[in-house]
């Protein structure tokens, strides 16, 4: 039985994968790729979304695609891509609520199960309010596959519509599944990239203000040194000054002192009277304790 089953896999898989089935997982497997490239290039996930329905789009007669993102509140969805979606029906699902009874893709959205409306004119789940409008614009039957992550959060939709009512077949199924896993990747590596630019904007203006109080503290420190430096020249400049004149005035006093007294006599003269680099006599050693005092006060003054 094993060997028969082998010998019918291998004289049917040649024919089967030459069915329309082959050309929809070609171009899908095409559309994939492209969408990849599509993000990694920088195109906006509206255009690739609606690469996407075209590719859809051309596979049946008929088809027109649709892909609605959810609302970061999670109640409603917003058109996201559609190329051949009537333009007279976006006022109407812009936004779109969900809920158990908001057409195939509300109702898919809230129960987070793919939803089939074979009829639109029929099926309790096609709100009434709306129904003659679809109807009207080639809207008869809505299948959707909602978008959803592994953490289990719906990220939109993705609808197929036909101009008449129809049930899918299997392939259908595949169909509409495989595009909503393509359309799911496209908005998960949107985001991803958007966070990694929030993140790296978020570094960059954090290194920006981290660089200006660095400079801010440096500037401050310079103008603190800088303050200080000019108090110290300031009062060197002062301490220098007041010895200047302290100078002045010894040299005065010993000059008037020495036109005041009578010049010695070699009897009077004192023979151990000292001498050195100072010189001699008491105006002399006046002098030297000048200079000595204002040195002094120039040194207190640079410590």
């Known amino acids: 039985m094993l060997r028969n089953w082998l010998v019918f896999v291998r004289y049917s898989l040649p024919t089967v994968m ?24 920088g195109a906006r996930l509206p255009e690739v979304l609606d690469e996407l329905c075209r590719v859809i789009d051309a596979l049946t007669p008929g088809l027109v695609s649709t892909v609605l993102l959810m609302d970061p509140d999670g109640t409603r969805l917003w058109p996201g891509a559609g190329p051949r979606f009537p333009p007279a029906l976006r006022p109407a699902i812009n936004p779109w609520m969900i809920g158990p009874n908001r057409g195939a893709c509300g109702t898919a959205a809230f129960l987070k199960e793919r939803v089939i409306i074979a ?40 609808a197929m519509y036909y101009a008449e009512p129809r049930v899918p077949d ?12 393509v359309a799911l990747i496209a908005i998960q ?17 954090a290194q920006e203000k981290e660089r200006a109080r660095l400079a801010r503290e440096l500037h401050d420190d310079i103008n603190q040194r800088l303050a200080l ?12 000054a007041g010895a200047g004149r302290f100078h002045e005035e010894i040299a005065a006093a010993s000059a008037h002192r020495s036109a005041a007294e009578p010049a010695p006599t070699a009897a009077s003269a004192t023979p151990f009277a000292p001498t050195g680099v100072c010189g001699s006599g008491i105006s002399t050693a006046a002098h030297c304790i000048g200079m000595a005092v204002g040195m002094s006060r120039i040194v207190i003054g640079l410590l």
């Open 170 to 181: 299997p392939s259908d199924l595949d169909l509409i599944e495989a595009a909503g896993q």
């Open 229 to 240: 430096i000019a108090l110290s020249l300031n009062r060197l400049k002062s301490e220098s």
């Open 18 to 41: 030459t069915t329309p089935a082959l050309e929809r997982a070609k171009a899908l497997a095409a559309a994939q790729n492209r969408t990849i490239g599509m993000i990694a290039n």
């Open 189 to 205: 590596m949107e985001r991803s990239q958007a966070a990694l630019s929030m993140v790296s904007r978020r570094l960059i203006d």
């Open 119 to 158: 009829d639109v004119t029929s099926d309790p789940r096609w709100p009434d309010e709306y129904r003659s409008l679809a109807i009207s614009h080639g809207l008869c039957a809505s299948w959707s596959q909602p978008l959803i992550t592994n953490a289990g959060t719906v990220l939109g939709t993705f």
